[in-house]
């Protein structure tokens, strides 16, 4: 199975500030056609997971304009350009190339 | 927006037996896979289970191969997981998800969960 590897496990920001959250891969993620099968969830406190980015860079449906994803290959990074309150919970990144689909660890999102 | 509602939950003791079920609304449920996740506190997020659109492809995670059953009933916008021979370690919060396997490969809609507890 693919190991997926988060940092860091916590993060505090303050509202307006930046953040970032790094996801490792222990296999490539690249498909022959050039995507990377790489997406990241937030869990908000006491709700399901839902989808924030497809494909390492797509944004989901409805998903605001300060979620961004980037990487390629083995290494990839979410990151929030300006934080608010609504942010906060758990971020997941998970591996889609090969079954079983694997989660990272989760990365908690505490806004000051 | 698509909707999903998960019910079955509950506690049953080892080697028992529950059957999940998932509401399926909002969407055509028959033209998408779905899939069956699973969160605990000590393992986090793990994928167990998908059915493709017709039912006719399925897979299991190994941790769940030979216990859990998985089908769907599209006439009735419901998707299933059977749970057998259930272990201490099954206990979670299980999610169905709208699974858009082979077209990025992303769950794109979740249910709210429903909680397994397996304790004697």
């Known amino acids: 199975d693919i190991v997926m590897t988060q940092s860091p496990l916590s993060l505090t920001v303050t509202p307006g500030e930046p953040a970032s959250i790094s996801c490792r891969s222990s296999?490539?993620?690249?498909?022959?056609?050039?995507?990377?099968?790489l997406d990241w969830y937030l869990q908000k406190p006491g709700q399901s997971p839902q989808l924030l980015i497809y494909?390492?860079?797509n944004r989901a449906s409805g998903v605001p304009d300060r979620f961004s994803g980037s990487g390629s290959g083995t290494d990839f990074t979410l990151k929030i350009s300006r934080v608010e309150a609504e942010d906060a919970g758990v971020y997941y990144c998970?591996?889609?190339?090969?079954?079983?689909?694997?989660f990272g660890q989760g990365t908690k999102v505490e806004i000051k | 927006q698509a909707q999903l509602m998960e019910s079955g939950g509950g506690l049953v003791k080892p080697g028992g037996s529950l059957r999940l079920s998932c509401a399926a609304s909002?969407?055509?449920?028959?033209?998408?896979?779905m899939s069956w996740i699973r969160q605990t506190p000590g393992k986090g997020l793990e994928w167990i289970s998908y059915?493709?659109?017709?039912?006719?492809?399925?897979y299991y995670a190994d941790s769940v191969k030979g216990r859990f059953t998985i089908s769907r009933d599209n006439a009735k916008n419901s998707l299933y997981l059977q749970m057998d021979s259930l272990r201490a370690e099954d206990t979670a919060v299980y999610y169905c998800?709208?699974?858009?396997?082979?077209?990025?490969?992303?769950?794109?809609?979740w249910g709210q969960g429903t909680l397994v507890t397996v304790s004697s």
């Open positions: 998970m591996q889609a190339l090969q079954t079983p689909r694997t």
């Open positions: 296999q490539s993620l690249l498909y022959r056609n050039g995507d990377d099968h």
């Open positions: 909002r969407f055509t449920f028959s033209d998408y896979y």
């Open positions: 494909l390492g860079s």
């Open positions: 059915i493709s659109n017709s039912g006719d492809t399925i």
């Open positions: 998800a709208r699974d858009r396997l082979h077209s990025g490969n992303y769950f794109d809609y």
